[in-house]
């Protein structure tokens, strides 16, 4: 399991460690890991051209102690200081006495300079901020975070990638205002405080306030990438370019990024929520933890890897019979909709439980049949329901989904089940023991206006966790919030991340797929918020499955991987 703590978590323990270590170990632990996975991925380390991105903080004092490891190590080592009056002092005599370069912010002709360098790098390493950033980058940063991504060079984020909110995830939107280029002080300039920022381009071509991607990052040849070491995690992908259609990224003539866009991240003593979750998880890249002997309270969020869904997955017994293993109430499908209830049910038939029981219209009811004749169809008893995939939202629908809170079992609630919940409120979900419910982002939208609480699908997807938190404590249920990253939270405070996934996910029909997996494992007898942490794992690794070699899927084919997608989780 990989665990996350806040930024609050980890200063708290960074400073107990701190008061019985002797100055600096800290840092140095986590520079001496940075250096190794650095000389790692640069293979041959004599000779290599690395270039340090370096803020006002601790997180450029690390990228500066790990630039010194490699020049004892034989590594041509430039040295971009943002913010040259406040560069971390010891550290930077450290890189200056082992032979590194250290080129100001505030230097003539920087920007060239350091684009230059930048552009010809083989390893940038992004000591902008860590822990202590606030808001997207500010110039030069920025403009400096989108030369690297247009380099040949692996980009390895200092503890995170500068730009992302080490807490959510979220990556800032540019401060408005078109003139949004270097000034040539850095971040020492008067112009530097977070917000809207006006400076004079220095050595910055073509910047002219219009929108556009910036250009795909060529692969490092004759640099180990980042792809083959799989082995750091089980999430993220190696040299990535700004995604289709990423909003929060680029601007000028791609310019000027608000959060540097990593290859790998080391981060040090423990993961940081916005590691696990999306954009700030696509922004990491491949994530490796470094161990700095911190010791933290409990998580804020947790990501399941294949031992804790293996462990809590069901196994039937020895004498177990179907009804035994546990039954589920398929309350989906109408007329107009009869496809979610085929697909709902085809997932649940190989969720776990030894029976799935479709309840609804007739002529749905024969559709699943003639798919599936393992089902039962008709009233009958159950040990949990899944309600709403297809449910319609008329008459007949309210009427289902009333009996359905009312029969004294778990219930998932999808879909035009969860339209329904928000119109009824809260109150609705007080006679179900253990609800579990599974929005999409608009979903959550409605549900939260069911609260009373207005915000959009754009706020809900910047604000993934927190609004999970929100609706699992406002409907005193589980909330499993799909998405990008999918997170689960329950209404006493847990809190996970889902690491699997695929964007070949985003086909319709495959949330129908989610509700069946986890409607099954329900019914078998799992807690609310074990059923989604493992429904969405398998759902996120059958999706992998069913999409592999990039060719896309159909939701049923995510169903039929599902068995494989169990089989490679009890594998490990
Ligand atoms: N505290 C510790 O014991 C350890 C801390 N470590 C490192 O220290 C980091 C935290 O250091 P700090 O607390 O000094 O904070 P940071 O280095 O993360 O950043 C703080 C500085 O960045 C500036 N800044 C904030 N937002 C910015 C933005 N959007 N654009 C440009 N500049 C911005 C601030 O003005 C401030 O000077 C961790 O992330 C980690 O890398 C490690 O050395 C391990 C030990
Ligand atoms: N970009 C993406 N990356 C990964 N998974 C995604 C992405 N977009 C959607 N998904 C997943 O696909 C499923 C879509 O579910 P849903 O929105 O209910 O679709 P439908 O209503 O068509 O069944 C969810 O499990 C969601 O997490
Ligand atoms: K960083």
Redesign the pocket.
């Given at each position: 399991m990989r665990e996350a703590h806040s930024v609050e978590q980890v200063?708290a323990a960074?400073a107990a460690?701190?008061a019985v270590l002797p100055g600096g170990a800290?840092?140095q632990?986590?520079?001496a890991g940075l250096a190794a996975t650095c000389a790692g991925l640069l293979g041959r380390v004599p000779g290599s051209r690395v270039v340090l991105l370096v803020?006002?903080?601790?997180?450029?004092?690390?990228a500066l102690f790990a630039g010194e490891r490699l020049a004892r190590r034989g590594s041509r080592v430039d040295a971009l200081l943002?913010?040259p009056k406040?560069a971390h002092t010891a550290g930077l005599a450290a890189l200056r006495a082992a032979g590194g370069r250290i080129h100001p912010a505030d230097a003539p002709g920087f920007l060239a300079d350091a684009q230059a360098l930048v552009g010809g790098a083989d390893l940038v390493l992004d000591?902008?901020?860590?822990?202590?950033?606030?808001?997207?980058?500010?110039p030069p940063?920025d403009v400096l975070a989108a030369a690297a991504a247009r380099s040949r060079a692996l980009v390895v984020a200092?503890?995170?990638p500068?730009?992302i909110d080490a807490d959510t995830g979220a990556v800032a939107a540019p401060p408005p205002g078109p003139d949004r280029a270097a000034g040539p002080a850095g971040?020492d300039a008067p112009g530097?405080a977070?917000g809207p920022v006006a400076g004079a381009a220095e050595a910055v071509e073509g910047v002219g306030g219009a929108w556009h991607e910036a250009p795909p990052r060529p692969a490092g040849p004759g640099l180990p990438g980042a792809a083959a070491r799989g082995d750091l995690t089980a999430h993220g992908t190696a040299a990535q370019a700004p995604a289709e259609g990423d909003a929060h990224a680029v601007f000028g003539t791609g310019m000027a990024l608000t959060a540097v866009r990593a290859d790998v991240t080391v981060t040090?003593?423990t993961y940081k929520p916005g590691l696990l979750v999306d954009p700030g998880a696509e922004y990491a890249g491949v994530v490796e933890l470094v161990g700095?002997g911190l010791t933290p309270p409990a998580p804020v969020l947790r990501a399941a890897q294949h031992a804790d869904v293996a462990r809590l997955l069901p196994v039937p017994a020895r004498e177990s019979d179907k009804y035994a293993r546990g039954v589920l109430g398929l309350v989906a499908g109408s007329e107009r909709y009869p496809g979610a209830a085929v697909l709902a049910t085809g997932a649940a038939l190989r969720g776990g439980a030894g029976a799935v029981r479709y309840v609804g219209p007739r002529p749905v009811g024969d559709a699943v049949l003639a798919a599936h004749p393992e089902v039962l169809v008709g009233d009958g008893r159950v040990q949990a329901y899944a309600v709403g995939a297809g449910l319609d939202t008329g008459s007949e629908a309210r009427a289902r989904l009333a009996t359905v809170l009312d029969a004294g079992v778990p219930v998932l609630v999808d879909a035009d089940g969860l339209t329904l919940l928000a119109e009824l409120g809260k109150s609705a979900l007080a006679r179900v023991p253990g609800a579990l419910l599974t929005p999409h982002a608009g979903e959550a939208v409605r549900l939260l206006a069911g609260l009373g609480l207005a915000t959009t699908r754009a706020d809900v997807e910047a604000e993934r966790l927190a609004t999970a938190a929100e609706l699992a404590a406002g409907y005193g249920a589980t909330v499993l919030l799909k998405g990008s990253t999918t997170v689960i939270a329950d209404p006493y405070g847990e809190t996970w991340a889902n690491p699997t996934g695929t964007p070949y996910l985003a086909t319709a029909g495959s949330g129908d797929v989610l509700t069946g997996l986890a409607g099954a494992l329900l019914a078998t007898g799992l807690r609310p918020v074990d059923a989604a942490v493992c429904a969405a794992y398998l759902h996120g690794l059958a999706g992998r499955l069913a999409s592999a070699d990039g060719v896309p899927c159909a939701a049923s084919d995510v169903a039929a991987a599902a068995p494989r997608a169990w089989a490679e989780v009890r594998r490990a």
């Open positions: 200063r960074e460690l701190m800290l840092m632990r986590a520079a803020g006002s903080g601790d997180n450029g004092g690390d943002l913010a406040r000591g902008i901020v860590g822990i202590g950033g606030r808001g997207a980058l500010r940063a200092v503890d995170l500068s730009g971040l530097a977070p040090f003593g700095i």
